[in-house]
């Protein structure tokens, strides 16, 4: 991973459309906050000396979890941590493929303000078997992909019936965002409304065709998303318009190209994207398609010098950010209430 200091943006633009591929080119060395509320770009710098040191062993939180089983209407068992702090403010965590829920206690420890509860998809611990399986019933990706919406379904019924709460945010690592974000447009589409305030989208992909597309540039990326690493000439052999074709009419062919931008489209929920500079799984041209499917008034993004999933290097702005968007009212406000980040 890259461990040079974090750079932070926040990036919200008003009627005038910011280039996020120009944010990136800014010196790595300084952190910005940037706008464009006014309709004028604006770039403050903001203070490099933020540290994270203050929640070093921070554990609130890790021992007071109630364990849980939840079952989905198909009867497909949920294992489910609850962390009940008393909070009007629920943060629902979604890892990313094939992480069990345990990859994500770092974020209970970071959010010590809020209910926070945690699941483990269907695949947990299995999932290469799974998609094996899946592979002979000749749909996998769709049910490897989809049907687990229902375990984020049932995390919601469970948090709707524990108490009725002010905010509920999720915050997910890649193929979570793609849930949290679906559920999310489909009841806005179907009663008006959807279940989160807030969404926080750390690594958050486009759809199948720009995981093929990434998957064909270093096939060893599902192995490893953030430094992928296949040989030179593996590259050069998947790499090429053929193979892309091929493997976009296989993956068209086993299930429908879904697109997370589809469903940001009508949101109705503030987000904040997180995006790191190194994340060479989600390029940047599928990003910057990401960024212009929200309503330019209710998007924000943090960008950090780090890769896949990977962005917990400033822990401190991290956390500060963060809370500020899901605790604020809105996009401006967030911004206003960063004024003290900066120099």
């Known amino acids: 991973m890259f461990k040079g200091p974090l750079v932070l943006f926040l990036i919200s633009v008003g009627s005038l459309h910011f280039s996020f591929a120009l944010a990136t080119r800014f010196n790595t060395g300084e952190f910005f906050l940037a706008t464009a509320l006014d309709g004028i770009p604006h770039r403050i710098r903001l203070n490099p000396a933020a540290s994270d040191a203050s929640m070093a062993n921070d554990e609130h939180g890790i021992d007071t979890a109630q364990k849980l089983t939840l079952y989905t209407k198909s009867g497909v068992a949920v294992p489910t941590l609850f962390f009940d ?16 829920k345990e990859s994500m206690l770092e974020y209970v420890k970071l959010f010590p303000r809020y209910d926070i509860i945690l699941f483990d998809y269907r695949w ?7 998609l094996l399986k899946s592979f002979f019933a000749g749909a996998p990706t769709q049910q490897i992909l989809l049907d687990e919406e ?21 915050l997910g690592e890649c193929y979570s965002n793609f849930l949290f974000t679906k559920i999310q447009h489909d009841e806005v589409e179907k009663i008006g409304a959807g279940p989160f305030t807030h969404l926080i989208l ?7 065709a720009s995981l093929v597309e990434s998957i064909c540039s270093d096939p060893l990326l599902p192995l490893s998303p953030q430094e992928g690493g296949a040989p030179w000439a593996l590259k050069k052999l998947t790499d090429n318009r053929l193979v892309r074709w091929i493997a976009n009419v296989i993956a068209c ?68 950010v963060a809370e500020r968007f899901v605790d604020g009212a809105g996009i401006e406000d967030l911004v206003e209430n960063c004024a003290d980040l900066c120099n």
């Open 85 to 100: 702090r008393k909070s009007d403010t629920a943060l629902v965590l979604g890892q990313g493929l094939p992480a069990s």
């Open 202 to 208: 750390d690594s958050c992909w486009l759809d199948y």
């Open 253 to 320: 062919n086993l299930t429908q190209n879904a697109s997370v931008a589809k469903y940001l489209e009508d949101i109705n929920a503030d987000v904040l994207f997180v995006r790191g500079a190194n994340d060479i799984f989600v390029k940047q041209a599928h990003f910057d398609q990401l960024w212009h499917a929200v309503d330019p008034a209710r998007r924000a993004a943090l960008l950090t010098p780090y890769t896949h999933s990977h962005n917990l290097g400033n822990k401190f702005l991290y956390r500060v």
């Open 124 to 130: 947990n611990d299995k999932y290469n078997t799974s």
């Open 150 to 170: 229902d375990e984020v379904r049932v995390v919601l019924e469970y948090l709707q019936r524990h108490k009725e709460y002010k905010k509920v945010a999720a």
